[in-house]
Nanobody, 122 residues
């Protein structure tokens, strides 16, 4: 069974940076998609970034493009989200996910972590 555990969330001032980590246990295929989603209070869960585990090709939501970077350490079976130039509107619970298709739609993902809170204050 695949299990995901996120870490690295916290409280940060606007303009600052955080790096989220997701440790993946269990077997996942090289063709799996790895992704980060976020959910703010009262809002839907939205895709932030995703990548193909095999080749590292990444995709980003327009709101984070140029500020966030997704990358993976295949040897340690981890996926990261480096978040720079954070804004108050980035405040949300961030979830990592593993799925079948490299897209920013929650339905494409089969496994989810429990989430980590990111709060950005101005």
């Amino acid at each position: 069974e695949v299990q995901l555990v996120e870490s690295g969330g916290g409280l940060v001032q606007a303009g600052g940076s955080l790096r989220l980590s997701c440790t993946i246990s269990g077997f996942i295929d090289d063709d799996a998609a790895l992704a980060w989603f976020r959910q703010a209070p009262g809002k839907e869960r939205d895709g932030v970034s995703c990548m193909k585990r095999r080749d590292g090709r990444a995709y980003y939501d327009d709101d984070v493009k140029g500020r966030f970077t997704i990358f993976a350490d295949r040897a340690e079976n981890k996926v990261y989200l480096q978040m720079n130039s954070l804004k108050p509107e980035d405040t949300a619970v961030y979830y990592c996910a593993v799925g079948r298709a490299t897209m920013l739609s929650a339905w494409a993902y089969d496994y989810w972590g429990q989430g980590t809170q990111v709060t950005v204050f101005s």
